[in-house]
């Protein structure tokens, strides 16, 4: 093994970590909790290291922007409320270690806020 893949290994930044929809939230729609079911066995042998970054993300921006810091244990479930209608990207993410992620696009049903809401 080189130093390189020591210091860098391949597996750096990889997606290791599975997010999917709960079957507990079976449309997801504005001003709703949505569930999201965490699944970490990708990154096995070595697993994932706290703290964990959770953010939510809209086609609007900044304006419906949420995020959580996981620093004490890994979450099995993951939940939010989306303020708009429309595509929303949920990612969960070590803010270091090896810097393994999941992300998943969920459509939620309602009306997507205007400009300057």
């Known amino acids: 093994m080189s130093a390189a893949d020591e210091i860098s290994p391949i597996e750096y930044g990889q997606d290791l970590i599975v997010l999917a929809v709960s079957r507990e939230t079976p449309v997801p729609r504005a001003f709703e909790a949505v569930l999201i079911d965490v699944d970490y066995s990708l990154a096995l042998p070595a697993g ?10 809209s ?3 900044a304006a419906t922007f949420q995020r959580r ?12 409320v989306p303020r708009e209608g429309g595509s929303h990207l949920v990612r969960l993410a070590e803010q270091h270690h090896n810097r393994w992620f999941g992300a998943i696009t969920i459509d939620v049903e309602g009306s997507p806020l205007k400009a300057g809401n």
Do not use: D, Q
């Open 48 to 57: 994932v290291v706290l703290p964990l970054e959770f953010t939510v993300t």
């Open 59 to 61: 086609e609007s921006g």
């Open 69 to 80: 810091v996981f620093r004490r244990l890994r979450p099995s479930t993951l939940a939010f």
